[in-house]
């Protein structure tokens, strides 16, 4: 696909984010629109799936460790077509498939149920594992963000992917510097990942999280590496697309009134209208 295609759908999924977040009057608006253009990028260009078949078995998998930015994968999900645009509205709502983390047992294509921090790396390296001794091709995807790897769980999956040679597993780090209550430097920083990455036997690329010519070079390239796994940590910008929530730790976690949903709004607007004069 056109990168300008992919920039397209890209800023349509940030749309949807914000609609899901604003009607929940709840959620995760700042890490969702940072990992935006990564899952638009895996599920409208790299990864083998097919919506009109969820459940297919030779489907590629992915993993959102980092479950609190579920909007951004059922924004991604929809705009593939696998469930109503219409139902985003009904994200967190009592009854409704979309919940505030994803649960593979509602949600058509969510492969993991996930949530707490630190485990779905874990369900991932157990799915790339499964797929090598049953000798099926599909690939496995594990997104995280870069506070997640605080999580001491995060290491011991990464010791033994490394170690088993799980060539078929890809971990992106949603590298966006930001956590729940300040920056990732002055919590608990796991820099540098790319060093670390490579001390526990995954390949590691760094990337812009933001440009799809990069984020492809890198996902093609890991195909291409045979005995480890991938590890692309792809340096992002919190609440990226909406000026008033780049960068800021308070819309982590804060829903916008309709005020604010309408500036961002107008603000997506725009951006889409100057990529379709591109």
């Not at 349509?12 to 700042?30: C, F, M, N, Q, W």
């Not at 599909?138 to 769980?153: F, I, S, T």
Request: net charge negative.
């Amino acid at each position: 696909m056109e990168k300008l295609e992919l920039q397209k759908i890209a800023n349509e999924v940030r749309k949807d984010i914000l609609t899901e977040v604003y009607h929940a009057k709840s959620g995760h608006p700042g890490g969702s629109l940072s990992v935006a253009d990564i899952l638009t990028c895996l599920y409208f260009e790299e990864m083998n799936v097919d919506p009109k078949n969820p459940g297919w078995a030779d489907r590629d998998r992915l993993v959102l460790s980092k479950g609190h930015a579920t909007p951004a994968l059922y924004a991604v999900l929809a705009e593939k077509g696998y469930f109503p645009k219409e139902e985003l509205k009904t994200l967190r709502a009592l009854g409704s498939r979309l919940q505030g983390h994803p649960n593979m047992n509602d949600t058509p294509g969510v492969d993991m149920t996930s949530g707490s921090l630190g485990q779905g790396v874990s369900a991932a390296v157990g799915m790339a594992l499964s797929a090598k001794l049953t000798g099926d091709s599909y690939r496995v995807y594990a997104v995280l963000g870069d506070g997640e790897l605080e999580e001491g769980q995060v290491w011991e999956a990464m010791m033994f992917a490394g170690n088993k040679g799980l060539d078929n597993l890809v971990v992106v780090v949603d590298s966006n510097g930001i956590q729940l209550d300040g920056t990732v430097e002055e919590i608990n920083s796991p820099q540098p990942i790319d060093e670390k990455m490579k001390a526990f036997h995954l390949h590691p690329i760094v990337v812009d999280g933001h440009d799809f010519d990069q984020l492809h070079r890198a996902f093609e390239e890991a195909k291409t590496v045979k005995g480890c796994p991938t590890a692309i940590i792809a340096k992002t910008v919190k609440g990226k697309g909406v000026s008033y929530m780049e960068n800021q730790v308070s819309w982590h976690g804060t829903a916008p009134n309709q005020e604010q949903y309408e500036k961002a709004m107008e603000e997506l607007e725009k951006a889409g209208e100057a990529l379709c004069q591109m």
